[in-house]
């Protein structure tokens, strides 16, 4: 079975840092792409980065040069180091799993139940 | 950036009503997109990706059409576990996104 668990979240000043983590099992989080998408109170979704097998990473321009994508394949768990925090990034933040690698079309096959950041003095 | 259009922003529906909702691209996206559902304090679940390939799973009264720029999520029959929130993702570029949510309610 497919699992995804968020954890790292909470309270932070801004100008801050944290760093989330998505402990997975089931599946081998360099065999696909997995993205991080975020969801502020009440507001839609917002895809915020990816990292794909191969190791490419890509980025939303809000975070570009603050927050980093990563992963460690040994313990098979993705991480997302955040710094420069502002009141804007305050939102619950999900792990996503991608779609299988024989599948040409791109999307979020698997969340986690997501992991609140609050960022606030 | 790809801009994604969603409309309505909400709607109200009662069980058993053929509901749709629709997406546009702000430039051609092919068929790179994929609809979600997500109900309150909930992940949000991956219905159909590929604009028109229901992901397994998910019910037969749910589905899609469209490519280019224009999108459509068709919910035929609607149940009571349905009413949730709906969003369109383009995957055809990064920076993904979304559009801004659809909110099906009573």
């Known amino acids: 079975e497919v699992q995804l668990e968020e954890s790292g979240g909470g309270l932070v000043q801004p100008g801050g840092s944290l760093r989330l983590s998505c402990a997975t099992s089931?599946?081998?989080?360099?065999?696909?792409?997995m993205s991080w998408v975020r969801q502020a109170p009440g507001k839609g979704l917002e895809w915020v980065s990816v990292?794909?097998?191969?190791?490419?990473?890509y980025y939303a321009d809000s975070v570009k040069g603050r927050f980093t994508i990563s992963r460690d394949n040994s313990e098979n768990t993705l991480y997302l180091q955040m710094r420069s925090l502002r009141a804007e990034d305050t939102a619950v933040y999900y792990c996503?799993?991608?779609?299988?690698?024989?599948?040409?079309?791109?999307?979020?096959?698997?969340w986690g139940q997501g992991t609140l950041v609050t960022v606030s003095s | 950036d790809i801009q994604m259009t969603q409309s309505p922003s909400s709607l109200s529906a009662s069980v058993g009503d053929t509901v749709t909702v629709t997406c546009r691209a702000s430039?051609?996206?092919?068929?790179?997109l994929n609809w979600y559902q997500q109900k309150p304090g909930k992940a949000p679940k991956v219905l159909i990706f590929?604009?028109?390939t229901l992901q397994s799973g998910v019910p037969s009264r749910f589905s899609g059409s469209g490519s280019g720029t224009d999108f459509t999520l068709t919910i035929s029959g609607l149940l009571p576990e349905d009413f949730a929130t709906y969003y369109c993702?383009?995957?055809?570029?990064?920076?993904?996104?979304f559009g801004h949510g659809t909110k099906v309610e009573i």
């Open positions: 993702q383009q995957s055809y570029s990064t920076p993904w996104t």
């Open positions: 590929g604009a028109s």
């Open positions: 430039q051609t996206i092919s068929r790179d």
């Open positions: 990292i794909y097998g191969s190791g490419f990473m």
């Open positions: 089931g599946f081998t989080v360099s065999s696909t792409y």
């Open positions: 996503a799993r991608g779609g299988p690698e024989w599948q040409p079309s791109e999307y979020f096959r698997d």
